[in-house]
């Protein structure tokens, strides 16, 4: 006998098995001497909108019943080695499922990364944040897994129309993740977990005879007409394929210019610009769970999303909250020297000292008429000289200017920077000189907005860090609606962040299967 139970309980109640079991089974009606009984979570949610916090806990119990395993997928991949080949460009979330679904398919894929593996990333990152040392080819972007493997490994979506997120999440089990990414409604795995995943993913590639190229950079794309045939790498090497998946994430600014320069459709695109805010987690935790002290030891860190409407010169323009990293760090994202970027990232335990997000405003094409003489790479090009900028006021390293918050909505610049998760450091500035006038009033009124909406948001106890501007994708890759196929090139599947169809890790992995489907059925199955 199987029964479905449906549980409101204290954070102690629903994160204790012990005390867990018996609650769960008194309210099947189920006795507890029994011997062939089995209580399992399904589904957990942490509702904190009242003065206590209570979980939602969907479960099942089995009686004098086996249970089904939580994990449907098996990966028994068939062996393609002498099979067609697609080519896939970039060895991110889209990439990695785009191959292994290519895998599944009875086809072989070559993807072709330009960073290294995840054990060669490390010294790379290690050069970020102890050197100042940026190489542009590996670094918090390019590499192994892509931005996502050293990023807080959020696994949820809004993007359900795409594909199956179970699969997705089945995937990521089977290849090392806990099996509580199934249960939690806003699963992470984190980033020391990360690495080991993404390497697995990678054998379960190679193993089916597919190929990983690392240190192995696109540089041009073979075009018979309009019709794709290969690419071009660094060192001359040609490779061809039936078709090219183009999942290079949204900082290959390189790619970017091939396409414009072979006059291979592409179009800006809107996206967000801002900062990285640091709060102390526990003062989060306060706010968020009407704590007094601490949250307590069953709580997970406390997250926050915010979202506001900002006027300026007669426009208005959202201002939220970007990737919450509860638990978390800031980290150097920059893929040039020159150049200065934040993003964040946490441990799978979430147990930093420090809560961190990002704060944006929308950028329109709109905004930028003085850029419009780039065309598709308008956006981008804007881009660049903000991260540029922020470069400059750092001091010309990779040390971040930065801004205590009420110091930024008063426009003074702070006598004093907090504690940070920044290894390069901080410089203190104003803010408003490193931002463009546009999108720094737009987020000093948002945050005067939050810290109505959030009482204790507001305070210079938090600073400002940036900037964060890897938001989104500036350039789109347009594609099919129905095919996923360019509309001018054969062959060419635009595929993830990088061509504006996803936005984290589930929607890129989604993405990145149906992009495989598509090319697959119409070059190599038909």
């Not at 640091?278 to 601490?294: G, T, V």
């Amino acid at each position: 006998m199987r029964k479905e139970i449906n549980l409101q309980l204290s954070p102690e109640e629903a994160y204790s098995e012990e005390i867990f079991t018996p609650i769960a089974l008194q309210k099947a009606g189920v006795s507890g001497s029994q011997s062939n009984v089995y209580v399992r979570q399904t589904r957990r949610s942490i509702d904190a909108r009242g003065r206590r916090v209570k979980v939602n806990v969907a479960a099942e119990v089995f009686v004098n019943e086996a249970p089904k395993p939580m994990l449907d997928f098996h990966h028994d991949y068939p062996n393609v080695k002498n099979e067609d080949q697609i080519i896939i460009v970039g060895a991110g979330p889209a990439g990695l499922f785009a191959a292994l679904r290519a895998i599944e398919l009875g086809v072989k894929p070559i993807v072709i990364e330009r960073g290294k593996d995840v054990r060669g990333r490390r010294r790379d990152l290690a050069a970020i944040n102890k050197e100042h040392i940026v190489n542009p080819e590996s670094n918090y972007c390019f590499g192994e897994g892509g931005a996502g493997t050293y990023s807080d490994g959020k696994l949820y979506t809004r993007s359900k129309k795409r594909g199956d997120i179970r699969r997705i999440m089945e995937i990521l089990v089977a290849h090392g993740a806990t099996e509580e990414i199934l249960v939690e409604a806003h699963p992470h795995i984190g980033t020391n977990k990360l690495p080991k995943l993404v390497a697995e993913l990678r054998e379960s590639i190679l193993q089916a005879g597919g190929e990983v190229l690392f240190d192995s950079k696109v540089v041009d794309f073979l075009l018979d007409g309009n019709e794709i045939k290969g690419v071009t790498l660094h060192n001359g090497e040609k490779i061809m394929g039936k078709g090219v998946i183009l999942a290079t994430g949204h900082s290959a600014r390189d790619i970017f210019h091939l396409l414009h320069a072979k006059n291979i459709l592409i179009e800006a695109k809107p996206f967000a610009l801002g900062v990285r805010i640091e709060h102390s987690q526990n003062l989060i935790d306060k706010i968020q769970y009407n704590c007094e002290i601490d949250r307590g030891p069953y709580l997970p860190a406390a997250s926050y999303s915010l979202v506001s409407q900002s006027m300026y010169q007669g426009k208005q323009r959202g201002v939220f909250s970007f990737c919450m990293c509860p638990g978390g760090f800031i980290v150097p994202a920059a893929t040039s020297p020159g150049e200065l970027v934040v993003n964040g990232m946490s441990p799978s335990r979430r147990d930093s000292k420090f809560a961190n997000s990002g704060m944006v405003v929308a950028v329109e094409l709109e905004d930028l008429p003085q850029y419009q003489k780039y065309g598709p790479l308008a956006a981008m090009m804007f881009q660049a000289e903000v991260e540029q900028k922020a470069w400059e006021h750092g001091g010309k390293t990779q040390t971040a200017p930065a801004q205590r918050m009420i110091d930024f909505t008063q426009k003074k610049v702070s006598s004093s920077l907090l504690d940070t998760s920044y290894q390069p450091g901080l410089n203190a500035v104003d803010m408003h000189e490193v931002l463009p006038q546009f999108i720094s009033e737009r987020l000093r009124q948002g945050l005067l907005d939050f810290g109505k909406k959030m009482r204790g948001y507001l305070t210079n106890d938090a600073q400002l860090i940036g900037v964060e501007s890897r938001t989104s994708s500036p350039v789109r890759v347009p594609r099919d609606k129905e095919t996923f196929e360019h509309p001018v090139i054969k062959g060419l599947y635009p595929c993830g962040e990088g061509a504006g169809y996803a936005g984290g890790i589930v929607s890129a992995a989604m993405d990145g299967e149906r992009c495989a489907e598509k090319l697959i059925a119409q070059y190599v199955k038909s």
